[in-house]
């Protein structure tokens, strides 16, 4: 199984963009989920905790053909987003040769081996995608 743990904000979009998704963010993104075949992406960006945005992120996967997120990390603000992830990972199993996380702002400590560092300038971009399909061995 491959999970990524996906950060909306500095991976699907960019200062540059001026847009909410970016449409080269995007397909980069779609390129990896199709490189990958049966991901499953859970949403750990700040954008779980609004539906408007959710939903506009659902029209988008969809219009993209990528595949929709299966859960979200815990919605508990008390939570730093690497506690987050790792209770998401205990109450579904995953083990963490399993997982990758993409995140434009480095919180990970525990996990820093599986963290795939995006730039808010750039957001996601070809490197960072290699860098998902090493992590996971897929060449």
């Known amino acids: 199984m491959k999970y990524i743990f996906l950060d909306i ?4 979009n960019n200062y540059t963009s001026g847009t909410i998704l ?27 905790f609004f539906d408007d945005a959710l939903m506009d992120l ?15 990390t815990s919605k508990d603000r008390k939570l730093q987003r690497e506690e987050q ?3 998401y990972m205990s109450e579904h199993n995953i083990a ?3 997982m990758v996380i993409l995140d434009d702002i480095y919180f990970f400590k525990k996990l820093k081996h599986r963290f795939v ?5 750039d ?3 070809a490197k960072d995608m ?3 399909l090493e992590l996971f061995e897929v060449c």
């Open 130 to 132: 290699e860098r998902v």
């Open 58 to 72: 659902k029209d988008c996967f969809e219009s993209y053909g990528i595949p929709l997120w299966e859960g979200i």
């Open 9 to 12: 904000d500095g991976v699907l």
């Open 123 to 125: 957001g996601l971009i």
């Open 117 to 121: 560092n995006t730039s808010m300038k």
């Open 96 to 98: 963490e040769e399993e």
């Open 22 to 48: 970016d449409d080269q963010n995007v397909q980069v993104f779609k390129e990896l989920c199709d490189a990958l075949g049966d991901v499953h992406i859970i949403i750990s960006s700040s954008w779980r």
């Open 85 to 87: 992830v790792l209770l």
